[in-house]
């Protein structure tokens, strides 16, 4: 066959578990087709050589084989549900603009596919077309079509070479308007493919996180909630003035499966409804309203500071705890942890780690007979922060555990640990000033912490670090 499109997985995975039907529905679904594609599925926790040699790193993963050769799969990274493969795998095996010129044929498309982008060009071979081909094709997760025909033209009401995007959703269907060039064309797609307002799921996260807008604006509230409507229309109403900007996520506070992300952001149930905003670079930067109250001005004001620079961000810190440092592992929180960090006379070495993490719970016992050795040392500190409830400025923790060392003196250095997890590694480390510590390279393995521990499946998920 010459596309294969394969399916790794682990047993213990809850995200592996929700995915598996839509799996299985969008292989019956190319069956039905007459399709040459053929859908496949490894359990990594028995093919470990072979899970390794692809770099999996998270699970469910996802990778398409195309015409026998197994040097460079192509990683899928779209939506999870059955209809979003089997469109991504067409556009990867066959045409990416469809050409239609029977009217039936154009409505069986809109009606099949939540979102569909329908060129009307008179001239197949015009430059206009030319530039729709090339925008199509750097689109895998929507279907394309292009008609030349007059019937459609009139069955659609359009007098003249354009755009439309079609949605089952918000305004029905979206023309394009203005200079047509490739650029644009994507802007227009990017701005219009998503609700106004998208409820964070399971099937949606990949579409969140994996889509070119990267700064997010997250509602976080009950769908039981009397209020529901009233806070949703003033929460769309503002939406409508920052598309193609800023995404908007409605989050339901009361979701068991939703607890991890209001915990990203410092939030319990009670303190629900509110606003958080996010931007998905590297540091994952997080802002916070002045006001709790849900309203179309409120939150527009919120998104133009933004926009405009003039929020800070919003750094999470526990209140210092009476008795941080009575015990051998001193405890910091960001309240306290530049003073004890950054103290120029003590070299402290930080553990910042995750509740829930089952690596960090593996390395406790390590970690308090290191404080323990150096519990009368007058210049070491042995020291944890809760990075899912602290955050710094000046350190951003992306996986757990991570470990860094502050060296005494005024420079503010920060030296990462990549040694052994071990009472003797972390020994010479500290001995040498950071200096013996670093790991062999291939051997840091900090990013994938949970990824066979059923304990920390919670962090499986490659698309949602949340």
Request: glycine share 6%; charged share 30%.
């Amino acid at each position: 066959t010459a596309f294969k499109y394969i399916y790794i997985y682990a047993p213990w995975c809850g995200h592996c578990k929700a995915l598996a039907p839509e799996f299985a529905k969008a292989a019956g679904m190319l069956k039905a087709e007459g399709s040459s594609i053929r859908l496949g599925k490894v359990d990594a926790t028995e093919e470990i050589e072979l899970a390794q040699e692809y770099g999996v790193r998270g699970y469910p993963t996802i990778k398409f084989f195309k015409g026998g050769e197994k040097e460079s799969p192509k990683e899928y990274s779209a939506g999870r549900q059955a209809d979003d493969m089997v469109n991504w795998l067409k556009k990867r095996t066959g045409p990416s603009v469809a050409t239609l010129n029977e009217v039936t044929e154009v409505e069986s498309m809109i009606a099949d596919n939540d979102v569909v982008v329908v060129g009307f060009f008179k001239d197949a071979a015009s430059d206009g077309a030319k530039i729709y081909q090339r925008a199509a094709d750097a689109v895998d997760e929507i279907p394309f079509a292009m008609t030349s025909s007059d019937a459609v033209f009139s069955k659609f009401e359009v007098s003249e070479d354009s755009v439309v995007l079609f949605k089952k959703f918000d305004e029905g269907k979206n023309t394009f308007d203005g200079e047509l060039t490739k650029e644009k064309l994507l802007a227009f797609i990017t701005a219009n493919q998503l609700p106004l307002v998208i409820e964070f799921t399971e099937q949606t996260a990949p579409k969140i996180f994996g889509g070119e807008i990267k700064s997010h604006i997250l509602m976080f509230l009950p769908k039981g909630a009397a209020d529901f409507k009233d806070k949703m229309t003033e929460f769309k109403k503002a939406a409508e003035g920052f598309k193609g900007r800023i995404l908007y996520i409605f989050i339901d506070s009361d979701l068991d499966d939703n607890q991890r992300i209001l915990e990203f952001f410092g939030l319990k149930k009670d303190e629900c409804p509110a606003i958080r905003l996010i931007t998905l670079e590297e540091d994952m930067t997080k802002y916070r309203p002045d006001s709790n109250a849900i309203t179309a001005e409120g939150i527009t004001a919120f998104c133009n500071q933004f926009l405009d620079g003039k929020l800070k961000p919003h750094l999470m810190s526990q209140d210092i705890p009476e008795d941080w440092d009575k015990n051998p592992v001193k405890v910091l929180v960001g309240k306290n942890f530049e003073e004890v960090a950054f103290d120029p006379k003590k070299n402290v070495f930080v553990e910042f780690y995750a509740p829930w993490c089952g690596h960090c719970k593996q390395l406790t016992p390590i970690w308090e007979q290191l404080a323990e050795k150096y519990k009368d040392s007058d210049d070491t500190i042995v020291a944890k922060m809760d990075s899912t409830a602290n955050e710094i400025d000046s350190v951003k923790v992306h996986s757990f555990p991570t470990l860094k060392f502050f060296p005494a003196g005024d420079e503010r250095k920060v030296i990462d640990y990549n040694g052994e997890r071990t009472i003797e590694g972390f020994t010479r480390f500290l001995e040498s000033s950071g200096k013996e510590g670093g790991a062999l390279e291939g051997e840091d393995d900090d990013d994938i912490e949970d990824l066979e521990d059923p304990e920390g499946s919670d962090v499986e998920d490659r698309h949602t670090e949340l």
